[in-house]
């Protein structure tokens, strides 16, 4: 089922991403539906006591009983933060609203970035907006409510809100980006089967250029960089010959460059898709160690390869009975 592809407003990034360097920093962000755009509503900052700071969201944001993205931090830090996102809305809420915020986490997420967010939450009532249930969340995430008929129905309308060359940019993430021409040689240089590793930077603040791994290099736990993002682009020439798109980012990259890196990897990734070079699948790495065990564990011949997608993990067996079997009557 399509997702509405609603857009994170500028402005909301930006708040999000200085949270941090405010003084004092940003306990909590509010932000609403506008037509199909995620807008900035309200924030507050933090104090010493966190108890007070969500009961100031609730009495500020949630006093007109109007649904919102709630978006509070439990730790602040220089290095990095935890956010927990919550949708909040009300069971008074009209159809239409309950399915954009419910769709809307996901681009929330997808914007602002995954790695930012420890956690997710939909609620109905200020009275379950506890520190105990959002802490909670980043033990285990919450699941979309199954959606009623006219729910579902709303969905498919919903989906047709946004203009499609809009709607296109937001589910790409396509936030322009610049490619040097070493990027470029580098590209086509790969698409000939002349190169099959290419390692990618960010420079500035909005050009893409080549890293100082060599393209003869094989990725590795002992090649790949251990302490700042990179892109890399990788061909398993001497195994699957599968092609892996895989951005790395370690724990505790600072917010700025973790945020740069999230926005940039949809425009690498359809720069790449439109040069003609199929991936055999996208995956993100938090311990650039784990690298030799995701490739030997995902190196096997893919009869999907040149579909851009996340990697997927196995849904895990029922707690102490394992797959469930159909018995037969004798």
């Known amino acids: 089922m399509a997702r509405a592809n609603l857009i994170v407003d500028d402005e909301l990034r930006d708040v999000f991403v200085n949270a941090a360097e405010q003084s004092p920093p940003v306990r909590w962000i509010q932000a609403r539906l506008n037509d199909v755009r995620i807008c900035v509503e309200a924030s507050g900052p933090a104090s010493d006591n966190m108890e007070d700071d969500l009961e100031a969201m609730k009495s500020d944001a949630l006093a007109d009983g109007k649904p919102s993205f709630l978006l509070f931090c439990l730790e602040i830090g220089a290095e990095s933060q ?17 399915m954009l915020y419910a769709s809307g986490v996901a681009d929330v997420k997808e914007a602002l ?20 249930s959002i802490r909670g969340t980043t033990k285990r995430e919450f699941s979309d409510q199954p959606l009623t008929e006219s729910e579902l129905l709303a969905k498919e309308e919903v989906a047709q809100m946004a203009p499609p060359s809009e709607a296109r940019a937001n589910a790409m993430g396509l936030v322009p980006f610049d490619f040097t021409d070493d990027v470029e040689a580098a590209l086509e240089g790969f698409r000939a089967g002349s190169v099959d590793l290419v390692e990618f930077v960010i420079e500035g603040d909005s050009t893409v ?29 001497d195994t ?48 650039p160690s784990d690298i030799d065990d ?37």
């Open 82 to 98: 935890a956010w927990v996102l919550i949708a909040y809305v009300p069971d008074n809420s009209k159809v239409k609203a309950r």
């Open 113 to 132: 970035g995954y790695s930012n967010f420890s956690g997710s939450a939909h609620v109905t009532s200020p009275d379950e907006l506890t520190l105990d």
């Open 209 to 237: 250029a080549l890293g100082e791994t060599s393209p003869s290099t094989r990725l590795s736990s002992s090649t790949i960089a251990t302490s700042e993002p990179r892109f890399y682009l990788v061909r398993q020439v």
């Open 240 to 287: 699957s010959n599968n092609v892996y798109y895989i951005f790395s980012c370690p724990e505790g990259t600072k917010i700025r460059v973790r945020m740069l890196y999230s926005t940039c990897k949809a425009t690498l990734a359809h720069h790449i898709d439109e040069l003609g070079i199929e991936l055999t699948k996208v995956f993100e790495l938090g311990d």
């Open 294 to 330: 995701l490739l030997k564990m995902y190196d096997t011949p893919d009869e999907s390869a040149g579909k851009i997608k996340q990697a997927n993990y196995a849904k895990p067996s029922r707690p102490g009975r394992g797959k469930a079997r159909i018995m037969k009557k004798k």
